[in-house]
């Protein structure tokens, strides 16, 4: 019951790599239907479970109002700017009453409280295997877990451009301008979060180029080194 991490960067193939593999292996994409059933295991209720992304943490579409994020310090000393609601999002839980009924209790979470708690359903969903969990700082959150496979997909920039640019109907100044947007993003999410270097090759089992592999060819790869864990690992 093995994991799959995936890091990617922008326009390198790597969600369309990870639905792939999903259907190879019949393994579930780690997404926001999968964290509601995953809910009762961190102790919140199904139907309110918040997904932070990295997506979340540029688009600002999960929380009200996010303070400006990449100039901003560490989540320890963030704080409101004059005039500004503090960043809040509403999730609830499950708690005992005094009469020892359980009780759900909603309460306003800020953007730490937000990654923990997709860090916790990434935890419980590593606990029930055969999922490949996309972004989300996934290699830092397992990455000393034992059963999973920590995977960066990347591509040169020119390939990533042309690749952007017909998917995004934009001209390439404007793909390579979100390519970098969209990159700059992801690193600082993981380096913000969990003070971890996103590009560091040293924390992936397997760092791939989608210059040189199609999608299938990579997946195939995935797929096989999954398969090659240690068997201590590969137990889960």
Known sequence: MAVITIS???GSNGNEIAARICEMLVYRLFDRTLMAQLASKVGLSEDEVVD???????????????????????VSLLKTPPGESPAVAQVSSWQRGTA?????????????????????TILAASQVGNVVIVGRGGQAVLQEKPGVLHVRIEAPLNVRVQRVQERESLNPQEAQRLIGERDKVSARYVKRFYDVDWSD????????????????????????????????????
């Open 100 to 120: 020892g009924v359980q009780v759900k209790v909603v309460e306003e979470v800020g953007e730490a409280r937000s990654v923990a708690i997709v860090g916790q």
């Open 8 to 10: 990617r960067q922008y």
């Open 52 to 74: 932070y992304s990295e997506v979340d943490y540029k688009a600002r579409t999960i929380l009200d109002q996010l303070v400006s994020l990449l100039a901003s310090p560490p």
């Open 201 to 236: 090759p040293t924390r992936y089992h397997l760092v791939i180029n989608t210059g040189k592999w199609d999608v299938e060819a990579a997946a195939q790869l995935i797929a096989h080194a999954v398969g090659r864990l240690p068997p201590a690992e590969a137990s889960g």
